[in-house]
């Protein structure tokens, strides 16, 4: 059986790439709260790769899986 692996390039992503818009603006995405990242989920996230990335966020933080990204920002 094949072990998943995730993308690094799409993790590294979420430790560099800032939220364009609304209340959070210029917050990194790994550092948005889950409370705003609940409010997409409810409303609807944004379409494409920063939906994807948003979401895949809220699934990280909700299941206690941030020291994934650790080592990423470490190495920023």
């Known amino acids: ?7 690094p390039q799409f993790l590294r992503q979420l430790v560099e790439m800032k ?3 609304g209340k959070y603006k210029d917050v990194v995405l790994c550092d948005l709260p889950v409370s705003y990242l609940e409010w997409f989920q409810r409303n609807g996230f944004p379409k494409g790769k920063l939906g994807m990335l948003l979401e895949t966020m809220l699934v990280i933080k ?8 650790e080592p990423i920002r470490k190495s920023k």
């Open 62 to 69: 909700m299941n206690g899986l941030m020291y994934l990204l």
């Open 1 to 7: 059986m094949e072990m998943f692996q995730p993308d």
């Open 19 to 21: 939220m364009p818009f």
